[in-house]
Nanobody, 125 residues
Framework: QVHFLESGGRLVQAGDSLSLSCTAS????????VGWFRQRPEKEREFLAA????????YYQDSVKGRFTISRDDDENTAYLYMNNLKPQDTGVYLC??????????????????WGQGTQVTVSS
């Protein structure tokens, strides 16, 4: 079973940029769809962005399209989420996840089998 370690979360100010990393424990990471999700206080976990195993396809939630960019470096077993123009409502725990079954419905959290513990992002106004 693959394990993930997210990093990069911290306290920032509104309008700042931030890059998050998600590093996998196994090279099989390179065959998985990878997604980023967010858990905000008192809200359900929400999908943010996904990238296919080969990096060719990406998919974003409308609210982050144009502000967030997902990428991956399979040589490093790492996926990234670059966020700019952060807003206080972006505050939350950011988690990465992997779907080994391919590019099905990347926005559906139930398709992801492996999850990291998350990294906290706090955006002050």
């Amino acid at each position: 079973q693959v394990h993930f370690l997210e990093s990069g979360g911290r306290l920032v100010q509104a309008g700042d940029s931030l890059s998050l990393s998600c590093t996998a424990s196994e090279h099989s990471f390179g065959t998985y769809t990878v997604g980023w999700f967010r858990q905000r206080p008192e809200k359900e976990r929400e999908f943010l962005a996904a990238i296919s195993w080969d990096g060719v396809s990406t998919y974003y939630q409308d609210s982050v399209k144009g502000r967030f960019t997902i990428s991956r470096d399979d040589d490093e077993n790492t996926a990234y989420l670059y966020m700019n123009n952060l807003k206080p409502q972006d505050t939350g725990v950011y988690l990465c996840a992997a779907d080994p079954s391919g590019w099905g419905t990347p926005g559906n959290e139930y398709e992801y089998d492996y999850w990291g513990q998350g990294t906290q992002v706090t955006v002050s106004s």
